[in-house]
């Protein structure tokens, strides 16, 4: 095994036993025993990725806001409120993971700006 597979496979570990991870599987664990909420948080969270990853949306404030809108109620349950939070927690580390590899490697993503 090199030692950049060893690496990861130690990283992978560290993500799992992080505080993050824990919270985010805690609130994973209680959506799966709701599944309409679960469902319709899914539903708003493919929305909301699909909008973010598309091109030529004429009003994206406008549009956010109307996603929002639709999902209002069930976002506001505790469960999907949790879930969201420790989610977006998880990726914020995953992220910056990423970014500080990236970064340090002199990864060249010029053609991103």
Do not use: H, W
């Amino acid at each position: 095994m090199s030692e950049v597979d060893r690496l990861k496979c130690e990283l992978a570990e560290a993500v799992k036993n992080s505080e993050e991870y824990a919270n985010y599987k805690k609130c994973k664990d209680l959506m799966d025993g709701k599944p309409d909420i679960e469902r319709t948080v899914n539903e708003m969270r493919r929305e909301k990725f699909e909008f973010q990853n598309s091109e030529g949306v004429d009003n994206s404030f406008e549009a956010i806001d109307d996603l929002n809108r639709r999902f209002e109620f069930e976002c506001l349950q505790d469960a999907a409120k949790d879930f969201l939070k420790a989610e977006l927690g998880l990726c914020r580390m995953v992220q910056d993971i990423c970014k500080t590899v990236i970064e340090d490697i002199d990864f060249n993503l010029d053609f991103l700006k």
